[in-house]
């Protein structure tokens, strides 16, 4: 309890310090938001992506068309002896009724493309749909599988995945580059205006230090005031970036609508919390490492 | 309580703001230290509280030699203290009442417990009314008053005022140094530097002079000069 009064005081006087110095506070509190904004921003971007190419994973990794003539006995015993191998996640058999009715669906909208193509015959063969964690192994199957008189032909989609997986390891790049460098200049800001408080503040100090303060006594307020900063800015950049996301997700819903684009509510607290906890880090390290330069006890 | 033994201070290798003081003040004991400006009251004062470190000589609070005090301790060396500083010190951003809480909540005292005994200092010292006023909304002499508050809230060992009655009216000062006496009458040790002759020849206590650093008069109950 005492404890508790102890940092509701400290707390106090860390908002005083901060309405005192309001002009200071706002430059500082614009920034961070801005910051933590931009950072916020990145990081759902960079969800978005993962989400989007673990879709696109999840959805097949690789189809084999089977031969019209292939004996459903052979289907059957290939299938199983894909089941045994512990690198297929799963294995699907798609006749061509199912595989028809998918385009079917697919298509709903525009049902007169499908006649011409399609005519009074079902020419969609049957098929397997594989999925596995290991690329290199797919690729070696599908090498393998080629060659089988039960396949028509073998399919690999996993250039489009490919190709989404380097662009999110550049926009990762990027992205952690830019969050550190973020990082970094928040780091400054804050311990800028830390500084230039403490140098406001320097006749106070001296008398705190005369009145028996201790360094704690002196130094919390201007933690806390750090911190503070910090989480205006989390509150802020959380604000905007929550706005965002939810007008991003409906605007995504509404122009491409295959995509698994949906409102993804344990997402947004986790990345309040992700900016909450870094505005804390960022805003307490900033002061602390201002304080422990500038403020000599 | 309070013992200076062959103090010098020296500023700059060529400053001598104190020159081979020796002094001896007891508990309780109330004592104006007199002298001109320059002659090395705030000085010595500066030292008892570890503002400052003798050049040489031992400097002695309550049995412990300051020398010897290690940095983390100086805290708690200057909280059995309550100053009353030349220009007062007070913080014009907190309140009359919250300018005095602070004195405890430096030694740990928070919340409501701190404000009662604020409000408790305040009566003493007949300003209970401006709790809630800024420092710069009241008179000199309450400001003066206000900072003897924050100077008693916290029951210290020692009382030290560094010219608490500078500028003020006579009447004002007498006020104020009455309110003193009151103090040490608690059983509070005080020291009070002044260069206010009418205060010191009014209240008959020990007179400590000082003239260059140097301790030229030490009389239980004196005047602030001799004839």
């Given amino acids: 309890m005492a404890g508790f009064s102890y940092l509701a005081t400290m707390s106090a006087n860390a908002i005083v310090n901060a309405w005192r110095h309001r002009t200071m506070t706002l430059i500082t509190v614009v920034i961070v938001s801005l910051m933590m904004t931009t950072l916020g921003m990145f990081l759902m971007v960079e969800n978005a992506l993962s989400v989007l190419i673990v879709s696109m994973e999840e959805r097949v990794n690789l189809i084999i068309d089977l031969a019209d003539d292939a004996p459903p006995a052979d289907v059957l015993a290939l299938r199983q002896q894909l089941l045994e191998d512990s690198r297929i996640i799963s294995v699907a058999y798609i006749t061509p009724e199912e595989a028809l009715a998918r385009l079917r669906e697919y298509f709903a909208d525009e049902p007169e493309l499908m006649q011409p193509l399609l005519g009074n015959r079902n020419p969609l063969p049957a098929s397997l749909e594989l999925r596995s964690d290991d690329p290199d192994y797919l690729l070696a199957l599908a090498r393998q599988l080629a060659v089988s008189p039960l396949v028509k032909e073998v399919i690999i989609p996993r250039d489009v995945v490919r190709n989404l997986s380097r662009a999110i390891q550049v926009v990762r790049f990027f992205g952690y580059t830019l969050g550190a460098g973020l990082a970094l200049v928040t780091l400054f800001v804050i311990g800028s205006t830390i500084r230039l408080t403490v140098y406001a503040r320097r006749s106070e100090i001296e008398v705190l230090r005369l009145m028996g303060a201790s360094d704690h006594f002196i130094r919390w307020p201007f933690l806390l005031e750090g911190v503070f900063f910090g989480l205006v800015g989390a509150f802020v950049a959380s604000l905007v970036v929550g706005i965002a996301y939810l007008w991003v997700n409906e605007l995504l819903q509404q122009l491409i609508n295959f995509l698994p684009v949906s409102v993804d509510s344990t997402y947004l607290l986790r990345l309040v919390l992700t900016l909450t906890v870094f505005g804390i880090v960022i805003g307490g390290l900033g002061s602390y490492l201002s304080v422990r330069r500038f403020l000599t006890i | ?227």
Avoid: C
């Fill in chain 2, 1 to 227: 309580m309070i013992v200076l033994r062959n103090v010098s201070k020296v500023y700059d290798f060529s400053v001598t703001a104190l020159d081979d003081v020796t002094l001896s003040v007891p508990k309780g004991d109330f004592v104006f230290l007199v002298g001109h400006n320059g002659a090395g009251k705030t000085t010595l004062l500066s030292l008892l509280v570890r503002a400052d470190q003798a050049s040489s000589g031992v400097v002695l609070v309550g049995g412990q030699d300051l020398a010897m005090l290690r940095e983390s301790d100086i805290p708690l060396l200057r909280r059995r203290f309550g100053i009353v500083f030349q220009d007062l010190k007070l913080f014009p951003g907190k309140t009359v009442a919250e300018n005095v809480a602070l004195a405890l909540q430096i030694q740990g005292h928070t919340g409501r417990r701190a404000y009662q005994s604020a409000a408790e200092a305040l009566e003493l010292v007949g300003l209970q009314h401006k709790s809630s006023s800024l420092p710069g909304q009241i008179s000199g002499g309450e400001q003066r008053k206000v900072a003897i508050a924050r100077a008693i809230v916290h029951r210290p060992e020692i009382f030290i005022a560094d010219e608490p009655t500078a500028s003020l009216p006579p009447d004002t000062a007498w006020e104020i140094t009455t309110l003193l006496m009151q103090i040490n009458r608690l059983g509070i040790t005080t020291l009070v530097a002044t260069h206010d002759r009418d205060v010191v020849d009014g209240f008959s206590r020990r007179v400590v002079a000082l003239d260059n650093g140097r301790i030229v008069r030490d009389v239980q109950i004196g005047k602030f000069q001799e004839n």
